[in-house]
């Protein structure tokens, strides 16, 4: 038995953006977007499509969303827009995972008590809940099509997962023109991403024939666009492709979640300053070497991905494709000194790595 669900209304293809107002229908938005949209043109974009429907921007999103800096945000959001029904994310997974954090009013209107939920598991009410518009400008994150925040606590050194009824996106607006100035490093690693959410999808032990096909159009898209992108950062086409690739992988991944790669990637984000992208990628054929010979059907699916004939060709493959695009699949690059057996031993306790497909014991 299985089931798959998903709410998010999904608007795709070029130029989408300008279905937001419908999707307001009349309703005020909070804009919560990235320092960079001002310089960009893009907030001066959504304050001309939205008119007097636009409340207020919060820019000040950094990567990785922290306590630290989601608390005074937090408490300005509520303080100043407690009536506004709506936010608009605009931007990558760091904001659209912000925007997920400021939906719900505790009592008090404080961070603490959603810091509480967060580090306790606190009870937490979504009665008053602002609905979420998410608009990705990177093709990797899927969190426009997942009901999960990645919060961070680097003074804590904890990561922790938001997930309510209520965080998952209301609508999601995914318009491949917003990520033609996308830089090379963001490109790469938001790719990368979409590539570990498909493959985590697929060597999981949540997975369902639809969560499957999906993770696996999107594996076969990004092995065969990122290189090429990655060469032509202003083809449009290429980017619509990258950004289904990404949305196919999200939608797999939102009834899945993620498994080993992404448990593994939590501490060398926090602990060696990794870009998520780049951390759950780079141990992918680490990860794959593991997830074969636990099912026959999920090993089918990944040697025919891979074009390869047995585990090794399909591993070797995999490595080639990230050691081209620059990306080291040595844990020695990215200052990892401890034994990778430990690491992973660890990384498959978490809440991810129990979704891993195989059971592995040192
Ligand atoms: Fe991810």
């Avoid at 009349?26 to 043109?41: D, E, H, S, W, Y």
């Avoid at 060597?203 to 666009?225: D, F, G, I, K, Y």
């Avoid at 990944?302 to 074009?307: A, H, P, R, S, T």
Wanted: aromatic share 6%; with cysteine; proline share 5%.
């Amino acid at each position: 038995m299985w089931n798959y669900h998903n709410p998010v209304a999904i608007q795709a293809g070029s130029g989408s953006l300008a279905q937001l107002p419908t999707l307001l229908d009349g309703r005020r938005a909070l804009l919560i977007t990235f320092p960079q949209a001002a310089a960009l043109g893009l907030e001066a974009r959504i304050a001309q499509l939205l008119g007097p429907q636009l409340a207020g921007i919060e820019n000040a999103v950094q990567p990785n969303p922290d306590v630290s800096w989601l608390a005074p945000m937090y408490e300005r959001v509520w303080r100043r827009h407690a009536d506004i029904e709506c936010i608009v994310a605009f931007g990558g997974g760091s904001v659209i995972d912000c925007a997920k954090a400021m939906l719900t009013r505790t009592p008090s209107g404080n961070f603490d008590a959603l810091l509480a939920h967060l580090r306790d598991g606190a009870p937490l009410s979504g009665r008053d809940a602002k609905t979420l518009i998410a608009i990705p400008t990177t093709a990797g994150t899927g969190s426009e099509v997942t009901p999960w925040a990645t919060i961070w606590d680097a003074a804590a050194g904890s990561k922790y997962s938001l997930h309510q009824t209520w965080t998952w996106p209301h609508a999601a607006v995914v318009d491949a023109q917003l990520m033609l100035s996308l830089p090379h490093d963001i490109t790469l690693a938001s790719g990368l991403d979409a590539l570990s959410h498909a493959l985590e999808s697929i060597w999981n032990v949540n997975r369902n024939p639809v969560s499957a096909s999906l993770a696996a159009a999107a594996a076969r898209s990004v092995v065969e666009t990122l290189p090429e992108l990655l060469r032509r950062p202003g083809d449009l086409a290429l980017r619509e492709r990258m950004a289904s690739a990404a949305l196919q992988a999200g939608l797999a991944f939102s009834n899945t979640k993620t498994a080993l790669a992404h448990s593994l990637s939590y501490d060398i984000t926090l602990h060696h300053g990794v870009a998520h992208g780049i951390a759950c990628s780079f141990s992918l054929p680490h990860v794959m070497a593991l997830a074969f010979g636990s099912d026959a059907a999920v090993d089918a699916l990944l040697l025919d991905i891979f074009g390869a004939v047995d585990e090794q060709e399909a591993i070797d493959n995999l490595s080639g494709f990230l050691e081209r695009l620059g990306v080291s699949t040595d844990p020695a690059h990215y200052g990892i000194a401890e034994a990778w057996d430990t690491l992973v031993q660890r990384a498959l306790q978490g809440p991810r790595g129990r979704n891993f497909i195989a059971a592995i014991h040192s």
